[in-house]
DNA sequence: CAGGGAGGTTAGCGGTCGTTAACCTGGAGG
DNA sequence: CCTCCAGGTTAACGACCGCTAACCTCCCTG
């Protein structure tokens, strides 16, 4: 056991270079040389790792899509542990985890809405099925604490706010941006803005 | 004169129809051939009409960005015509503006933010630079607004409040979302919310 | 110390892609 | 009626790309 901080395997190597790569130049744009090149190997002996270049975007997209739900079921059983948290300090968890996750890998996040349709049919649906799963949690939280807020209403809420959250990619103009933490504020406060707005409130 | 409604050019329809195969598989997910099957012309006859793909590509970012840019500017004007209109019915307009755009033309919306990188120098440049005078244009009415937030927070504000309206493209599970009218007041009211949220108030 | 697998290498194949070349055609204009 | 050009066509070229094949080395283990 204990796989903790072990020094990097290659292959989590190869998926984050390869992560970084295609969020900036497109899946298609990036050929299997430079992924190789970019960890000090070249070209090939990628298939040593991986079955192909589909290979390595199905599993950054799994992965990606896993984590998120697996974090907001965890925080989602935090609170209700505590026998009936707030809904405002559930929402609240949520919007932060989602905030950390866009500010620490924002690579992913980029790749998560964009190369989707890149997928085999069957990787295609496990994703879309994690997100969905990811996009209801949200909805439910949100209408507990906005009750007024139809289902349809509430949903295309959650998925602008998540527009708003996942935007942080734009904002990485390298250097200058505030400091991490103000930023993650800034961006939790909109969020709630814009929810309580979406609502009557 | 009078080119108003006179049936779409050929270029016009290449154009539109590029968009959109950009947008659904990327600017390097989509041949030549494609494209010109979409307009009923079938691969190199498109060299007729442009130099070369890139060309077409070019032309559809600095499209958008000028055109998002002389639409904020005219509103802008109109405001500052009537004499002083308040900052928060400026903002409105430019608010309305976006949003308009976003629900009308969201092939044009996922490119802008997606495929810049694959232009070429001179173009990437004009495109930026473009979209970076309309975004000051919003931070200097959101600023005028709200006085408390410090230009950083303003700008990054302003790009938050983008990926929530350009969040259109996701709301569009063909058919069932709600209406055009009751999506746009939505959005409008979120990114007011938003704003609001990230000043003080 | 034999051997074998893990993890590299380079060469090269087959397919696709953007682009050019060469040719064709219908209709407007002198 | 001849001409010519705008706007197509198909063929083909060269580059590139994903992937496989074949081979080579450590290094670990019995």
Redesign the pocket.
């Known amino acids: 056991m204990a796989t903790r901080t072990d020094a990097p395997t ?1 292959r989590e190597q190869i998926l984050k270079e390869a992560a970084r790569l295609f969020a900036e130049r497109g899946f ?1 744009g ?4 430079e992924i ?1 090149a970019a960890v000090g ?5 990628l ?3 991986f079955a ?3 290979a390595m975007l199905a599993e950054l997209l799994v992965g990606i899509s896993e984590s998120l739900l697996t974090g907001a079921k965890r925080r989602l059983a935090e609170a209700d542990g505590v026998g009936g948290t707030a809904p405002e300090a559930v929402l609240d968890s949520l919007i932060e985890g989602h905030i950390d996750f866009a500010l620490d890998d924002r690579p992913l996040i980029t790749l998560h809405d964009r190369e989707l349709d890149r997928l085999r049919d069957a990787d295609r649906k496990l994703v879309r099925q994690l997100q969905r799963q990811y996009v209801e949690l949200w909805v439910g939280v949100v209408r507990r604490l906005y009750p007024d807020l139809g289902e349809p209403a509430a949903r295309s809420a959650v998925h602008s706010v998540f527009g708003l959250l996942n935007s942080t990619p734009h904002l990485t103009r390298p250097g200058s941006l505030p400091d991490r933490a103000g930023t993650a504020e800034l961006l939790h406060r909109m969020a709630r803005g814009a929810f309580a707005a979406a609502s009557g409130a």
């Open positions: 290659r298609h990036v050929g299997v040389d190789g190997i070249s070209g090939p002996g298939y040593r790792h192909g270049k589909d």
